[in-house]
Each structure stands twice: as structure tokens, then as C-alpha cells.
């Protein structure tokens, strides 16, 4: 698997680098590109002789090239934004492309995402943007192009740098007080060695220089910073764009008027295209769904809270919990009643039929804690089956397997109580942390509930329904044992 989140130079660029400090060509960065393409499985080896990247789906050409004259550091950086997406991307690879003075084009670097960046299709309104960079250490930097954009956002080490404070007349008098003028500094020839005395002292000290054949020399590109979430402050949370968006308690109808919320709104090309948003607390335990089923121009429901385990009633399921009595019980053998439809008095018994209205209307658990390798999901489902309708309503509390992420994947398994699934109706959502919310439409083969969009690794999952509906269901065409 290769190292995420680091700059790994390739074969090409290594061999570019060698070239640019031997004097031998000058380079430039052409372009930096966000594509889509999964190269999580591959090794630092096999990163190290990709010559391209595909698909391209957001490529920015000449992107900025500075020198940091305290470091030495060379840093490219770029921003790309979603104007030109008809569709939203999943960014998993950035790469920088660079060219010699004779102008051809090399893949230089490769950074691998494990968890990527979403860039929705554009709205027409409101362009959402990642700012990438990385920082290399390149020995002759005159033979580097550098340039200057106008058009690249504005970073938080950007806004650190400016606005550290411009130095006082008064302290640059103080420290003219202390300068050392050019006549101080001379001495008479005798009091200066000579070269001829410098080596000698330096073979004294059995100093052997390096062999340059030797020391491995490094490069370090850095994956610095990715800028992608937008904080709103004013408005309301009706009118959010797609996307992932923190706002203020200065937003209008949020769940609540005393925390920040991180929020992620999403757009659907079904049922009147409506829209749905999911909302996180900043600093506390809360998390709120809700939907619009008309469209743009309608208007969103109440909010929903989604129990996250604490906060589920403690007798929803006594799942291995003990039974214990305060007293001796005697059991006797309940009577026969052969007649369930007449009125028995107060003490009737139950009958066989009154068990089975009760068994079929009861929530169950599906403990999935132990669940084999192909399942995905590693919490608990409370589910119920309506026999008569042929569905089974559930929600889920629990956290994904940590190295599963990606599409399609058995999420739960209702195996041994379905023979077969037919369909899959509402929404799951994979809670990384507050900023890195993923929620995909429900799809369902043979007896695995599954997932039609990216759900990320290690998220907590989180079921809710379609318009109208508490909770997410599958239809099925028989239960096993009937």
C-alpha cells in the first residue's frame, strides 16, 4: 500500500532533479491535477514508475511556483475548483507535472489520498474549491522557473505570514545603533590566514570529506495543506449548496440557535430533485437529518435527531442482559384455551396467536460485531419485520471495518432470516469526523444490504428513510422459516 498523504517522487522526476543539478536543463512546473484514479493498493515502487495519471478530471496549468528564501524550500501550489464538473469527484491522487527547458512534460510526483476530497458538480451559484501543495528542496534553484499567480486562494499560512507585524522605526534605530561598521571589521594581512594554513589546521583535525557517490541525497515534497471546507456566517441553512459547509449560530434554521453546526447538503435527481442535509454539532454530542421533497423552490421539514448508542433508550433491546428475581417463582402449566375470541376475564392467559402478534411486531437485534471479513458494517442493526408487507424496517449504530471504504459493499447481511432481498429504500451515511460526511442511496443483492455511492473507512454508519418514512427498508420475498 503506498505511504498516504506524502510526496512520492518518481522515477522521471528523480532524474529531472539530477539533470537540474548538474546544470544540465532548467525546470518548470506545467500543472498539478486532482483525478480520481485509486492508487491506494499500489506500492511506493510501483507509484515510483507511473508516467501518468487518468482520468484528469480537474487539471490546473502553471501553478504557482515560490522560494522560500529562509528554508530554501521550493513550493508549488494550486487551486482547483468545480466550475468545469458536470458530475462531483472523489479526489484520491494529486500529481505534479513538470517539463525541461526543451519542453517535454514529465509526471513528477504523486500524493496518495486514503481519504478523499469531494468536489460536487458545479450549481451555477457557488464554485467549491481545494487548495494543494507541495514543498521541495531542489539544490540549484536558478535553473527553476518561478512565477507568481494572481489567482490562487489565499491559504491560513498565507494569512499567518502577512500578518505578522511591520518592524518599528524606533526598533530598526536600535539596531542600526548596534551595527558593525566596514572599518572595525579590517585587520592588517599578517593577522589573516592563509589558505596554505587553513588546510594545514584541517588535516590536523583528520577531517575526510564526503563522498558524494555515497550520501544519499534527499528530496522532500510534502503534502502540505488541503482547503476545502467553507465557513458561512450569516444567511440561512435553507439556501447551503451542495456540498460540506460549517456555519456559525449566526445561521438562520439550524437545528438549534446555540452550537455550530457542520452541515453536508446534498441534491437528488429523484422525486422532484430534493435535497437533503445532515448537521453535526461543533461541540456537542448532536447530530439533526432532514429533507425537501420539492425541489429547489421548496421548503425543508423539521429537523430529525439521529441517536447516536448512548443515547438509545436502555430497554429498546436487553440483548445478553441477565434475569434475575427477588423472590421465589413457581411455575405452573397454563391452561388450555381453545376459544381465543371470547373475553376470559382478567386473567386470562395468552394464547399462542397473542405471542406470535407480539414476536411479529418486536424490534430485534443483528448483531454484526463478529461479523466475517466480506461485511463491512461491524455495529448493531435494530431491525422489524412486517410479514404482511413483505419488508423489514431497520437503523444502524455501529462503526464501519476500518479498511473498507469504497462502492457496492455488504453492509448488513440478513441471511438465514430473508431468503432473498428485492429492493433497498432511503439513505446511509458514513460519519467520518464533522467535516467528512459521505451518505449513498440503499441497494440490496441476494441478502446483503449494500451501498450505491462512496461510504468512507471507519465512519460511523447512520440509516434514515425516504420522505415520509422514520427508517430505511428492504423488501424481501420470503422469510426462511415460513
Same mark, same amino acid.
Given at each position: 500500500?503506498?505511504?498516504?498523504?506524502?510526496?512520492?517522487?518518481?522515477?522521471?522526476?528523480? +532524474?529531472?532533479?539530477?539533470?537540474?543539478?548538474?546544470?544540465?536543463?532548467?525546470?518548470?512546473?506545467?500543472?498539478?491535477?486532482?483525478?480520481?484514479?485509486?492508487?491506494?493498493?499500489?506500492?511506493?515502487?510501483?507509484?515510483?514508475?507511473?508516467?501518468?495519471?487518468?482520468?484528469?478530471?480537474?487539471?490546473?496549468?502553471?501553478?504557482?511556483?515560490?522560494?522560500?528564501?529562509?528554508?530554501?524550500?521550493? *513550493?508549488?501550489?494550486?487551486?482547483?475548483?468545480?466550475?468545469?464538473?458536470?458530475?462531483?469527484?472523489?479526489?484520491?491522487? #494529486?500529481?505534479? =507535472?513538470?517539463? &525541461?527547458?526543451?519542453?517535454?512534460?514529465?509526471?513528477?510526483?504523486?500524493?496518495?489520498?486514503?481519504?478523499?476530497?469531494?468536489?460536487?458538480? #458545479?450549481?451555477?451559484?457557488?464554485?467549491?474549491?481545494?487548495? =494543494?501543495?507541495?514543498?521541495?528542496?531542489?539544490?540549484?534553484?536558478?535553473?527553476?522557473?518561478?512565477?507568481?499567480?494572481?489567482?490562487?486562494?489565499?491559504?491560513?499560512?498565507?494569512?499567518?505570514?502577512?500578518?505578522?507585524?511591520?518592524?518599528?522605526?524606533?526598533?530598526?534605530?536600535?539596531?542600526?545603533?548596534?551595527?558593525?561598521?566596514?572599518?572595525?571589521?579590517?585587520?592588517?594581512?599578517?593577522?589573516?590566514?592563509?589558505?596554505?594554513?587553513?588546510?594545514?589546521?584541517?588535516?590536523?583535525?583528520?577531517?575526510?570529506?564526503?563522498?558524494?557517490?555515497?550520501?544519499?541525497?534527499?528530496?522532500?515534497?510534502?503534502?502540505?495543506?488541503v482547503y476545502g471546507l467553507q465557513i458561512i456566517s450569516s444567511g440561512s441553512a435553507n439556501d447551503l449548496p451542495k456540498g460540506t459547509i460549517f456555519c456559525t449560530n449566526a445561521v438562520t434554521d439550524l437545528p438549534n440557535k446555540t452550537d455550530a453546526w457542520t452541515i453536508r447538503t446534498t441534491y437528488a435527481d429523484v422525486w422532484g430533485a430534493r435535497r437533503t442535509q445532515i448537521a453535526i454539532a461543533d461541540s456537542a454530542d448532536l447530530m439533526f437529518y432532514r429533507t425537501c421533497q420539492s425541489g429547489i423552490s421548496g421548503n425543508y421539514g423539521d429537523w430529525k435527531q439521529l441517536l447516536t448508542a448512548d443515547q438509545l433508550p436502555p430497554d429498546l433491546a436487553r440483548t445478553g442482559q441477565a434475569q434475575t428475581f427477588t423472590a421465589a417463582q413457581t411455575f405452573s402449566i397454563a391452561p388450555t384455551i381453545k376459544d381465543a375470541s371470547k373475553d376470559k376475564g382478567d386473567n386470562q392467559a395468552a394464547t399462542m396467536a397473542d405471542l406470535k402478534s407480539v414476536e411479529?411486531?418486536?424490534? *430485534?437485534?443483528?448483531?454484526?460485531?463478529?461479523?466475517?471479513?466480506?461485511?463491512?458494517? *461491524?455495529?448493531?442493526?435494530?431491525?422489524?419485520?412486517?410479514?404482511?408487507?413483505?419488508?423489514? #424496517?431497520?437503523?444502524?449504530?455501529?462503526?464501519?471495518?476500518?479498511?473498507?471504504?469504497?462502492?457496492?459493499?455488504?453492509?448488513? &447481511?440478513?441471511?438465514?432470516?430473508?431468503? +432473498?432481498?428485492?429492493?433497498?429504500?432511503? *439513505?446511509?451515511?458514513?460519519?467520518?469526523?464533522?467535516? &467528512?460526511?459521505?451518505?449513498?442511496?440503499?441497494?440490496?443483492?441476494?441478502? =446483503?444490504?449494500?451501498?450505491?455511492?462512496?461510504?468512507?473507512?471507519?465512519? &460511523?454508519?447512520?440509516? #434514515?428513510?425516504?420522505?415520509?418514512?422514520?427508517?430505511?427498508?428492504?423488501? =424481501?420475498?420470503?422469510?426462511?422459516?415460513?
Amino acid at each position: 500500500m503506498a505511504t498516504p498523504n506524502v510526496g512520492i517522487l518518481t522515477n522521471a522526476g528523480k +532524474n529531472l532533479i539530477d539533470q537540474v543539478n548538474a546544470g544540465q536543463t532548467k525546470i518548470t512546473f506545467s500543472k498539478i491535477v486532482f483525478s480520481s484514479m485509486n492508487n491506494n493498493q499500489l506500492t511506493d515502487d510501483q507509484i515510483k514508475v507511473l508516467t501518468t495519471v487518468a482520468p484528469q478530471e480537474v487539471v490546473i496549468n502553471n501553478p504557482e511556483v515560490t522560494l522560500d528564501n529562509g528554508t530554501g524550500e521550493t *513550493r508549488i501550489r494550486a487551486t482547483g475548483n468545480n466550475k468545469a464538473l458536470d458530475d462531483g469527484v472523489y479526489v484520491k491522487t #494529486y500529481a505534479v =507535472y513538470a517539463k &525541461n527547458d526543451s519542453g517535454n512534460e514529465i509526471l513528477y510526483g504523486i500524493t496518495v489520498s486514503p481519504n478523499p476530497n469531494y468536489l460536487p458538480e #458545479y450549481d451555477g451559484v457557488t464554485p467549491q474549491a481545494v487548495t =494543494y501543495s507541495y514543498k521541495v528542496n531542489i539544490s540549484n534553484t536558478s535553473n527553476i522557473t518561478f512565477t507568481n499567480s494572481n489567482d490562487i486562494y489565499v491559504s491560513d499560512t498565507d494569512l499567518a505570514e502577512a500578518l505578522q507585524p511591520y518592524a518599528k522605526t524606533v526598533d530598526v534605530n536600535q539596531q542600526l545603533d548596534k551595527k558593525v561598521n566596514v572599518a572595525d571589521m579590517r585587520k592588517p594581512a599578517s593577522d589573516v590566514a592563509g589558505i596554505e594554513e587553513v588546510n594545514a589546521k584541517q588535516d590536523k583535525i583528520g577531517y575526510t570529506p564526503a563522498d558524494d557517490s555515497k550520501v544519499v541525497h534527499v528530496v522532500d515534497m510534502v503534502n502540505s495543506d488541503v482547503y476545502g471546507l467553507q465557513i458561512i456566517s450569516s444567511g440561512s441553512a435553507n439556501d447551503l449548496p451542495k456540498g460540506t459547509i460549517f456555519c456559525t449560530n449566526a445561521v438562520t434554521d439550524l437545528p438549534n440557535k446555540t452550537d455550530a453546526w457542520t452541515i453536508r447538503t446534498t441534491y437528488a435527481d429523484v422525486w422532484g430533485a430534493r435535497r437533503t442535509q445532515i448537521a453535526i454539532a461543533d461541540s456537542a454530542d448532536l447530530m439533526f437529518y432532514r429533507t425537501c421533497q420539492s425541489g429547489i423552490s421548496g421548503n425543508y421539514g423539521d429537523w430529525k435527531q439521529l441517536l447516536t448508542a448512548d443515547q438509545l433508550p436502555p430497554d429498546l433491546a436487553r440483548t445478553g442482559q441477565a434475569q434475575t428475581f427477588t423472590a421465589a417463582q413457581t411455575f405452573s402449566i397454563a391452561p388450555t384455551i381453545k376459544d381465543a375470541s371470547k373475553d376470559k376475564g382478567d386473567n386470562q392467559a395468552a394464547t399462542m396467536a397473542d405471542l406470535k402478534s407480539v414476536e411479529e411486531s418486536a424490534w *430485534r437485534v443483528l448483531d454484526q460485531s463478529n461479523a466475517p471479513s466480506n461485511i463491512s458494517f *461491524r455495529g448493531q442493526v435494530l431491525y422489524k419485520i412486517d410479514d404482511a408487507k413483505k419488508i423489514i #424496517y431497520f437503523t444502524t449504530n455501529g462503526l464501519m471495518n476500518i479498511s473498507d471504504s469504497g462502492y457496492n459493499l455488504n453492509l448488513i &447481511n440478513f441471511k438465514g432470516i430473508v431468503n +432473498n432481498l428485492l429492493s433497498g429504500h432511503g *439513505r446511509l451515511a458514513s460519519v467520518s469526523n464533522k467535516t &467528512n460526511i459521505r451518505d449513498s442511496d440503499i441497494s440490496a443483492t441476494s441478502t =446483503y444490504v449494500k451501498n450505491s455511492e462512496w461510504l468512507d473507512t471507519a465512519g &460511523n454508519l447512520v440509516s #434514515y428513510g425516504d420522505p415520509g418514512q422514520n427508517y430505511a427498508y428492504v423488501i =424481501y420475498d420470503s422469510l426462511v422459516n415460513n
